[in-house]
């Protein structure tokens, strides 16, 4: 085996270090604004939970060391002026410790247990293991002593309140190092045997990701500064399949944002379809998996919820050309076919369930059906008519009508094409005033504008709109330029809030939607300047949920797995553009 690149340096404190297919992470974040002077082994199987904490000790005082923290792809390490602690994944579901100069202290998370929460603690004496049984995921944590000292083992069998854990050191020869496993399982397995060193370990965990942005990035250089760590993200973030996700999956965050929604996955499988296309077609037919008897996606699934109270905008006909496309192996005659039936399905939902009587346009019932769930358009009124939603409709019924030429269906392909003209001609009837697109609530009839960016949203219909109305919007969208990128809200907006979720900060779907649709309108002038600006953002200031708009400061969860998706994709354009 070659010696593998590390691949680039980032901080724990904004993204965790995991590794593909795994359900934890080892991070100091606990929940939503919520971070921990130590890191954690934080899991993500039932929810966000942090179950043990990791402290390295001062060896002469046995108090908690001053340390700096390193991490790569490959490894994690605790590092002081007396020795140091490195960590590494040898499966998803394993890591393995080892010290030098410092002990280390692994204990539970919470103090206190009672008969439904919290970790229990006990020695394994089958296995000669140490075990962690925890209430809030439903796992085991096995430590197994591999070398050194096992010492000041508390809580064993503990009820109640107290201390749960047990400390890793040299022992009498403090200059050698010792090591464990670590282990997350359902009940019971073997007793752990090392297979490998735990140099061999690490330099296998560099290669795994370095394969990884070789296939998912192998246009990067030095005009993408961020590919690798977006690349990282992206991988750090997949899940095997577990639970109620039934593919392997890359989630949003190994925050506390761990779920797949309904649009998100778009972007994802978008950015990874021509380098690991079975895992791109896997993001992209996840949420289908659980459609329901109307056809609805559901807003979001999770290792062990999947939520139906909202939905999420059907981009995925737009989604789905572009994937086909992008697709080192076309999809076969099978798999567009039961796409097509899928994406069917979600169709009629919105033309159905999601139309009311006599109505032509489909509406939203809350903010969060669209993805922008306090978007400035909303305040007037919730159950609304939009343009946005008509022109994702259009694409969707564009798609299937592509579909369907292809599946030699001709009937089906004039039904479709008519269907979206249709529609498209209601869209510029009933919601363009000549200068700008309008919502219009249900129950009211009333219609009103905002300054909010999703009223520009029918850019993406591209080629399909006339010049004058891309001209128009495209104008609109240059208002909405910051030197970081496009504002969700215009910043003259009373209503602008620099961390106001979707009324201001700056956003990847957003961003890529409306690039596109720029592109295709012929306005590639704009498409580039929006784009440069929210690469350079993206090298900048990182891969969070979204970003101040006028200091491009990351703002919530910081680890975003669709902002990474949405850089590759456009950096990867940008290449192939420059000729880089």
């Not at 209430?135 to 085991?140: A, N």
Request: proline share 6%.
């Amino acid at each position: 085996m070659t010696a593998a690149r590390s691949g680039p340096a980032f901080s724990v404190h904004d993204i965790p270090f995991s590794t593909y297919g795994s359900w934890f992470g080892i991070s100091p974040v606990l929940a939503e604004k919520t971070y921990a002077e130590d890191l954690h082994l934080v899991s993500h199987q039932n929810g966000m939970h942090a179950v043990l904490r990791l402290v390295p000790l001062d060896a002469a005082t046995g108090e908690r060391a001053e340390t700096r923290v390193a991490a790569t792809p490959g490894l994690l390490s605790w590092i002081s002026t007396a020795g140091r602690v490195d960590l590494a994944y040898e499966s998803p579901d394993t890591v393995r410790l080892r010290g030098t100069g410092m002990p280390l202290r692994v204990c539970a998370a919470a103090r206190t247990l009672t008969p439904f929460s919290g970790t229990y603690f006990f020695r394994d004496p089958a296995a000669d293991a140490y075990v962690f049984t925890s209430y809030e995921t439903g796992r085991r944590y096995r430590v197994t002593a591999l070398s050194g000292t096992v010492a000041d083992v508390s809580g064993s069998q503990a009820l109640g309140g107290a201390d749960r854990g047990l400390t890793l050191s040299a022992g009498t020869d403090a200059d050698a190092p010792w090591e464990i496993a670590l282990e997350e399982l359902d009940t019971a397995r073997p007793p752990y045997t090392p297979t490998a060193t735990f140099g061999t370990i690490v330099e296998t965990a560099q290669h795994s990701f370095a394969d990884f942005v070789d296939r998912v990035a192998p246009w990067r250089s030095a005009a993408t500064p961020a590919a690798e760590l977006a690349a990282y993200v992206v991988w750090s973030a997949a899940v095997r399949p577990a639970g109620l996700v039934t593919r392997q999956a890359v989630l949003m965050s190994k925050h506390w944002m761990d779920k797949v929604w309904s649009w998100d996955h778009c972007f994802n499988a978008l950015a990874l379809a021509p380098g690991c296309p079975d895992l791109a077609w896997d993001q992209y037919q996840l949420p289908f998996d659980h459609q329901d008897e109307t056809g609805a996606l559901p807003d979001s699934v999770t290792h062990s919820e999947i939520l139906h109270n909202f939905v999420k905008p059907p981009i995925h006909g737009w989604a789905f050309g572009h994937l086909r496309r992008r697709l080192t192996t076309p999809p076969g005659r099978a798999e567009l076919a039961e796409t097509y039936d899928r994406l069917e399905r979600w169709t009629d939902f919105w033309l159905t369930v999601r139309r009311a009587p006599g109505a032509e346009l489909p509406h939203y019932q809350h903010g969060n059906d669209s993805g922008w769930d306090n978007s400035t358009t909303f305040d007037p009124e919730r159950v609304v008519v939009t343009a946005d939603l008509a022109a994702f409709l259009v694409l969707q019924l564009r798609e299937l009508a592509g579909l369907a030429t292809h599946l030699d269906r001709p009937d089906e392909t004039r039904r479709w094409m008519r269907a979206a003209e249709e529609t498209q001609a209601a869209l510029l009837h009933q919601l363009w005033t000549g200068d700008r697109f309008v919502a219009r609530g249900v129950d009211s009839g009333d219609t009103w504008h905002s300054s909010s960016l999703l009223d520009l949203m029918p850019i993406v219909l591209g080629e399909h709109l006339s010049d004058d109305v891309s001209g128009v919007l495209a104008a609109r969208i240059e208002a909405h330029l910051t030197p970081y990128g496009l504002a969700t809200e215009l910043p003259s907006s009373p209503h602008y809030l620099s961390d106001g979720y979707w009324r201001g900060p700056i956003w990847a779907p957003a961003t890529v939607l409306i690039e596109d649709g720029l592109r295709r309108a012929g306005h590639h002038r704009l498409a580039d300047d929006i784009s440069a600006r929210f690469r350079a953002l993206c090298e900048t200031h990182g891969f969070a949920e979204n970003f101040d708009a006028l200091t491009g400061t990351g703002l919530r969860d910081r680890a975003y797995t669709w902002t990474a998706g949405s850089y590759l994709l456009l950096a990867e354009a940008h290449a192939g553009r420059s000729g880089h």
